[in-house]
């Protein structure tokens, strides 16, 4: 079946350095692409989305690219902030033109210190 | 807009008691999920309903949990009887059909904890 697979965690960064967190997938159709953010105590919020390859998704100095060669979705930014840390999650949906649910992955908490 | 609106925000229970929570979804959208969230497991979908009707109920963990959607604007999800395996943060996330990229929107969950 579908699914996705990110990076392990935790990952910590120094402020104004580069982020990269890795995503993968596995899908039989063309799925759509997700990051979803969890600040502490909070549910989950959209962060970007992509439809369809060589797609980017961007948002807060957040991008992603849906590289459908390598079967990717890696979420980047060049500075990040405090104000970043919190949990990312890459998720999937794929119901062929039809609302189905997300297929989310275990999720990578980023921790930036000042 | 509201978004997503749970209740109780936090629950601590004890074995053997009946759990229910309770979710209203962004006006208008057709579509509800129900979440549970565990260090362990991660995220897991345990149901969806699309216009009120059960869609999808493959993940619910067992008979103990129900969940009903009696009109647009509810639904809850109960727990009966309740086990501390069950102590967890459970979300409830509604979206609209407009495409197949539809984005959930998450309430703030439910934390539960189970004695």
């Known amino acids: 079946g579908d699914s996705v697979t990110q990076m392990e965690g935790p990952v910590t960064l120094s402020e104004e350095a580069f982020l990269t967190i890795n995503c993968t997938y596995t899908?039989?159709?063309?799925?759509?692409l997700f990051w979803y953010v969890q600040y502490p105590g909070e549910g989950l919020q959209l962060l970007l989305k992509?439809?369809?390859?060589?797609d980017k998704g961007s948002n807060k100095g957040f991008e992603a690219t849906y590289r459908k060669e390598t079967t990717s979705f890696h979420l980047e930014k060049g500075s990040v902030q405090v104000s970043d840390s919190a949990v990312y999650f890459c998720?999937?949906?794929?119901?062929?033109?039809?609302?189905?649910?997300?297929?989310f992955g275990k999720g990578t908490k980023l921790s930036v210190k000042p | 807009d509201a978004g997503v609106i749970q209740s109780p925000r936090h629950e601590v229970t004890e074995m053997g008691q009946e759990v229910t929570l309770r979710c209203k979804p962004i006006?208008?959208?057709?579509?509800l999920f129900w979440y549970r969230q565990t260090m362990m497991r991660g995220l897991e979908l345990l149901i969806y309903?699309?216009?009120?009707?059960?869609?999808?109920d493959s993940g619910m963990p067992e008979d103990r949990f129900s969940a009903k959607m009696p009109n647009a604007s509810f639904s809850t999800l109960k727990i009966q009887p309740s086990e501390p395996r069950d102590s967890a943060v459970y979300f409830c996330?509604?979206?609209?059909?407009?495409?197949?990229?539809?984005?959930?929107?998450f309430g703030p969950g439910t934390r539960l904890t189970v004695l």
């Open positions: 996330a509604s979206s609209w059909t407009s495409g197949r990229a539809d984005t959930q929107y």
């Open positions: 998720a999937l949906s794929d119901r062929g033109g039809s609302q189905g649910n997300l297929i």
């Open positions: 992509a439809t369809k390859a060589d």
């Open positions: 006006s208008g959208h057709d579509y």
């Open positions: 309903f699309n216009n009120n009707v059960p869609i999808d």
């Open positions: 899908a039989t159709g063309y799925p759509s």
